[in-house]
């Protein structure tokens, strides 16, 4: 089963998942500044902090399979991170507005999509690009709904 809880206006997001295991995936992502870095990612975008060493790697988690590592780096503008994480509809005005505090200018958002979900889109101190995609109730007998069982995709 997923990690992720079904959409819905009162859904709670799950606990950081704090055990170990193979990581599927996982993104590195360049910082010459790891306490800012943890700090922005940590008090910003709620992710918890699984392993560190100091100066030298960050393992940086929210819920299970939303794995980061702060590496050691610099900035660069000519390759750009961007990376989504799921999240809840109630945690989405939360992460822009904490993450605002945290660094102004940095919050893009939220915003409705066409493939029905809010996201909210962040750019770390380290120049990374984090969306934070919350997924909204699908009304089964709306236009959505009826589009995805012409093309006979089922929902949940």
């Not at 992720?4 to 996982?26: A, L, Q, S």
């Not at 934070?132 to 699908?138: C, K, N, V």
């Amino acid at each position: 089963t997923s990690p992720v809880p079904p959409p819905g206006p009162d859904t709670v997001p799950p606990e950081p998942y704090r055990e170990i295991y193979p990581m599927p995936m996982f993104v590195n992502i360049p910082t010459a500044d790891f306490a800012a870095s943890k700090d922005f990612w940590m008090r910003g975008l709620g992710f918890i902090d699984l392993f560190s060493i100091p100066d030298q790697v960050a393992h940086l988690r929210r819920w299970a399979f939303q794995d980061i590592l702060l590496v050691p780096g610099e900035r660069t503008e000519k390759a750009p991170i961007s990376v989504s994480f799921s999240c809840v509809l109630g945690q989405v005005e939360e992460i822009a507005a904490r993450c605002e505090e945290l660094l102004p200018g940095s919050v893009s958002g939220p915003a409705e999509t066409p493939w029905n979900t809010v996201d909210v889109t962040v750019t770390t101190p380290e120049g990374a690009r984090v969306v934070m995609t919350a997924a909204r109730p699908l009304d089964r007998d709306g236009e959505k709904a009826a589009a995805m069982r012409e093309m006979g995709l089922d929902f949940v």
